[in-house]
C-alpha cells in the first residue's frame, strides 16, 4: 500500500538504480512498520528539472501510504533525505518530499480495496 515514486535528474547506472529501490523499499517499510510485500518504488531516472534555478543534481519524491499520520512525517523526511544523499550524492537541501495519506477504501489491489 506505501508507494515511494523517486524521480531525479542525477544520471544513475542500472546498478546504482535498482540498489536505490531496493534500500528505498526496505526504508519505507522500516519506517511505516508495514510488511515490504505491500510497499512499491518506482523510479524515474534522468527528468529534466530545476530547483532553485538550476539544473544541479536534485529528486522529487512522492509517498503516499493508508493512514500515513503527519507526526510520521519529519523522521520519514530525514531518512529519506538521508537515503538520497547516501545512495546518490544528491545533497538534502536539493530533495523535495511530498507526503500524502490516501482513504484506505481508495487504494485497490488484488481486485479489491484494502
Known sequence: ???LTIRTNAALDRESGERLLQRASALVAEQLGKPERYVMVSLEPVTAMLFAGSDAPL????LKSIGLQERQVPELSAALCSLMERETGIRQERVYIEFSSAARGMWGWNGATF
Open 1 to 3: 500500500m506505501p508507494y
Open 59 to 62: 529528486a522529487y519524491l512522492e
